[in-house]
């Protein structure tokens, strides 16, 4: 929008900044929150919130160029990647645990956000592509390909 509406850009960046800002200072002072039993928010998981986190740093990293937003990514990326299970705990590998205790496995019903965790880790790999952590996110992303795969037996 920087070419059509550069007012509405600048605007919606600025608003994005202090959301995003207003998030992190959240999550720090409270955790992760949990909302009515019967709202569909309830299901959320602390990686959820992480891929979240990381999707967000790295559009906000895309639309400003501000490094610090490249940081936050990979800082939650990190996160992320401890909730993952990587075949030392289970003889399946790549799924997602709820979070880095690993005690229960991400379970996802009609809400549809299986796909948080690949779009967090294919914006951070496209928004830093030189990033020395590069290796780690595209493991991250190979591993859920190959459960995925893994199940496709039993769908």
Same mark, same amino acid.
């Not at 608003?15 to 928010?41: I, L, N």
């Given at each position: *929008?920087r070419d059509d509406?550069p007012?509405f850009?600048?605007g919606s ?5 202090e959301?995003? &800002?207003?998030a ?6 409270h955790? *992760? ?9 309830y299901n959320?998981?602390? &990686? +959820?919130?992480?891929a979240?986190m990381?999707? &967000?740093a790295?559009n906000?990293y895309?639309a ?7 940081q936050?990514?990979r800082r939650?990326?990190?996160?992320? *990647?401890?909730?993952q299970e990587?075949?030392d705990?289970a003889p399946l590998?790549g799924?997602?645990y709820?979070?880095e ?6 379970h996802f019903?009609?809400?549809s956000?299986? +796909?948080?965790? *690949? +779009? &967090?880790?294919?914006l951070?790999?496209r928004?830093? /592509?030189?990033? /020395?952590?590069? /290796?780690?996110?595209e493991?991250?992303m ?6 995925l795969?893994?199940?496709r037996?039993y769908?």
């Amino acid at each position: *929008m920087r070419d059509d509406d550069p007012d509405f850009a600048w605007g919606s960046l600025k608003a994005a900044r202090e959301d995003f &800002a207003f998030a992190q200072e959240r999550f720090a002072s409270h955790g *992760m929150e949990h909302f009515s039993v019967f709202e569909h928010t309830y299901n959320s998981s602390l &990686a +959820q919130h992480y891929a979240v986190m990381v999707w &967000a740093a790295s559009n906000l990293y895309l639309a400003s160029g501000e490094g610090i937003y490249a940081q936050d990514a990979r800082r939650w990326a990190e996160q992320l *990647m401890a909730c993952q299970e990587t075949g030392d705990r289970a003889p399946l590998s790549g799924f997602f645990y709820r979070d880095e205790q690993k005690k229960s496995i991400v379970h996802f019903c009609h809400q549809s956000r299986e +796909q948080q965790f *690949m +779009q &967090a880790f294919e914006l951070l790999c496209r928004t830093q /592509p030189d990033s /020395p952590d590069r /290796p780690k996110w595209e493991r991250a992303m190979l591993l859920y390909g190959g459960y995925l795969k893994a199940l496709r037996r039993y769908t």
